[in-house]
Nanobody, 122 residues
Framework: QVQLVESGGGTVQAGGSLSLSCTAS????????MGWYRQAPGKQRELVAR???????NYVDSVKGRFAISRDYAKNMMYLQMNSLQPEDTAVYYC????????????????WGKGTLVTVSS
């Protein structure tokens, strides 16, 4: 019903920047909140950033002040600007969307992208 495709992953040195994008297609009108999750090897998948249809944003404490989430409704795209990257940010980053809710938890996710790998070297 809704497809999410991430792009922009890659390898960057610590302190560098990277920008991720997520393109949504299908029944876009069903999407309310969107966000980015990440999962490192052996770790739980965690919500990194979230943005609601009204533009409110939330970030996990570890990325506050370094990451910025945004959404372009006209282009059906969502972005994650990542600055001052650290090795601890290394993970597969997933685009996620919540049909009606605020995407508070993983159980709220209705649609997932396949992920894009971000590797930060020190």
């Amino acid at each position: 019903q809704v497809q999410l495709v991430e792009s922009g992953g890659g390898t960057v040195q610590a302190g560098g920047s990277l920008s991720l994008s997520c393109t949504a297609s299908g029944s876009i009108g069903r999407i309310n909140a969107m966000g980015w999750y990440r999962q490192a090897p052996g770790k739980q998948r965690e919500l990194v950033a979230r943005i609601t249809s009204s533009g409110n944003t939330n970030y996990v404490d570890s990325v506050k002040g370094r990451f910025a989430i945004s959404r372009d409704y006209a282009k059906n795209m969502m972005y994650l600007q990542m600055n001052s990257l650290q090795p601890e940010d290394t993970a597969v980053y997933y685009c996620a969307a919540d049909r009606l809710g605020l995407l508070r938890t993983r159980s709220d996710v209705d649609y997932w992208g396949k992920g894009t790998l971000v590797t930060v070297s020190s």
